[in-house]
């Protein structure tokens, strides 16, 4: 394996640990225990898995896949996640795979590995979840994916390869499906990996919609999960996971909901406003490479709609956001690295009528230039700049918000703009 890629697979585990260590996690208040399967079909990886059968189920169970992180394994996140006691709770069946090549990462950078039935981890992966269905009865219509880093890119591809299987999924901190493509036999595509690659919503869609050539059926919900302070996997593929899966659920980018269902989150639902949604996006001010924690994975059940039933849990009271004085309201997130950085930018209506076409005028601090976007079109590169609706999010209504963003280089000055203008009127700015 190549050194960047061992270098990367270390930051991801530091980041990883360090949360771990802050977050103590209760085992299972059950006699069910966690136990290695073996012979359970086609791995032409020699994957491991692991299995965790609650007490209790019933005869249809669901089934849970939860892929974990780069030097991680199937027993680590049994035992560093929620899961396993959320499965306690609502009575589904967990499996647990185990990456065993140097470095621990799942592969989903090959050819073989982003094509249905190509070879590679995804096949073993069908395998464990086959053998599930097959000897513990579980449920093909309530069958999910979840991931965590490597297990969140994982995440992407299975949906991807496989979306007459899962019915949905959850990416935390991972990237869009094919970004990680590789041709040259390395597991590491460093350009995805800093949010370099940036493509359309229609280019992204394609990827997807060609690893499973001539499939109509319905897609997999999705559910992305990103801090905007991540090191390892950069926040502009949060960006990119929405475009990509908005546009294969057919959607626009526009959200149909924006809330804050806790301090620090800002949610997106496309498609629908319930919990249900198509798509749905967690962003997460401040945090780095260490999700899930926090009650994040029991969102990760709801949104799959495997918590009806048993103990429901602590009830979340959603932060209530505070009066906002003037037309507009702008949240604007950095995350710099060496001469480079991304802004991820909201652009909020409270006036009560819909706007139909903005212009968000600000001036960016010397030394910062433009050289990529998202959603939007920046001109001038420095100095004052204005930010332009794409053709697909001109118009926002009372209390709608649209999110957008670019890359930039600076010269050591990282500061953010100080004000903003949307259409000539002044906006106030979310700290």
Sequence with gaps: MRARHRTAAAAVTTALLTVLGLVVLAGPASSAQLVEVTGFGTNPTNLRMHLYVPDGVGSRPPVLLAVHYCTGSGPALHSGTEFASLADRHKFIVVYPSATRSGACFDVSSPQALRRDGGSDPVGLMSMVRYVHQRHGGDPDRTFVTGVSSGAMMTNVMLGVYPDVFKAGAAYMGVPFGCFATTDGSSWNSQCANGQIVR????????VRAAYPGY???????QIWHGTQDGTLRYPNFQEQIKQWTNVHGLSQTPSLTDTPQAGQTRTRYGGTGGTAPVEAISLQGAGHDLPRGGMAAETIRFFGLDSGGDPGPTITPTITPTVTGPCEVGYTTNAWNTGFTAAVSLTNRSATPI????????????????????????????????????????????????????????????????????GAACTVTP
């Design 200 to 207: 359309t919503p229609q280019q992204w869609g394609d990827l």
């Design 216 to 222: 109509t059926g319905p897609r997999p919900r999705m």
């Design 356 to 423: 139909t076409g903005w212009s968000l005028t600000f001036t960016l601090p010397p030394g910062q230039t433009v050289t990529s976007t998202w959603n939007t079109a920046v001109t001038p590169r420095s100095g004052q700049v204005t930010a332009t609706n794409a053709p697909y999010n001109a118009t926002i209504a009372p209390n709608a918000t649209v999110s957008f963003g670019f890359q930039a280089t600076h010269t050591g000055n990282t500061a953010e703009p100080s004000s903003f203008t949307l259409n």
